[in-house]
């Protein structure tokens, strides 16, 4: 392994709000760009690409993704940003709205280079120290919990808080970690030099010669291509969203997938397996919160299928989040 490189592995926020009548209209969506930008800043990253339809608005961050719901914000960022440091700007920007934080969940794997992150990401109980100081006390339904599995590499941490306790959404979370990928696949994220492109059109041709466009038909894509490597994109599908990341060097190769499910939904195994497919890693973590065991099953039956062996499961339930289910796999070329 590498002795320092690019941190893959990204910090994932999801913050939800209410108003003291029904959300209509855009909510959230209302806030400036500039506003959103200035938190961004806060967090080290920014704007590269933005794809929006009538039900919300995705940005294609220089670390990975933001999507903007009218009552919800999901921001996922890696390498060295301070994505906890959005928090407070997010809380402070919805109340200008007259909408008030009801529920935050923070989830992330385990980093791939833990000394080079900056506070407050030095180590999981310095974010929760820092959550615990940033939410308000009414979000008192809270629990933070690593799950472990048996590959030391791979490890969930969760952090989940709000005002009531979690109760059945038609709709889960899927987070798929993948690292060690295949050399070749991974080596077509890679820019030639001089290729006369900028990262937009280098972002399209990627995601057609990977098919990374056959994982859900159905989307949108917004991807983008970063020198001399890396790779982004978001996908819109309706009021869902996925995403991709791509950290392609040798040593610390990574790459992510993460979509929204709903319990009427009989394809989402389907687009995990193609998106493991796409990269052939030699490991892979899938973290599903809020689904249903079955759901679970099936993502298990697909990733099974492409060769790979299912070395550990766990679960934990989270009082503001429900059910997270943490499963593991590795090659036969990478065991335990």
Known sequence: MAVSGFEGFEKRLELEFSGRDPVIGIGLRELEFE????????VQCTVVSALGNQHFDSYVLSESSLFVYPTKIIIKTCGTTQLLKSVQPFIHLAQTLDLHIIAI???RGTFIFPNAQPYPHTSFH?????????????LCYRKASVIPSKLTSHSWHVFSAGVVEYSDNLLYTVEVCMTDLDQTLARKF????????????????????TGINRINPNAQICDFSF???GY???????NR?????????DGFSYASFECVGSVYDGDIADMVKKAVKVFCPGTVSVATTSAGNDICMRIKGGVEQLGMKCRSWSIDEFPAAGTVVFQTFTTR????
């Open 105 to 107: 969940r923070y989830t």
């Open 333 to 336: 070329r990478n065991r335990i």
């Open 241 to 249: 969203y996925s995403t991709i990341h791509v950290t392609p060097e």
């Open 126 to 138: 310095e974010e929760v120290v820092y959550l615990e100081d940033n939410i308000p006390s009414n």
């Open 227 to 229: 020198e001399p490597c």
């Open 35 to 42: 506003s959103l930008e200035q938190v961004l800043h806060q």
């Open 232 to 238: 982004s994109m978001n996908g819109i599908d309706g």
């Open 190 to 209: 890679f820019r030639h030099p001089d290729d006369g492109k900028n990262g937009d059109s280098a972002g399209r041709d990627m995601t057609e010669a």
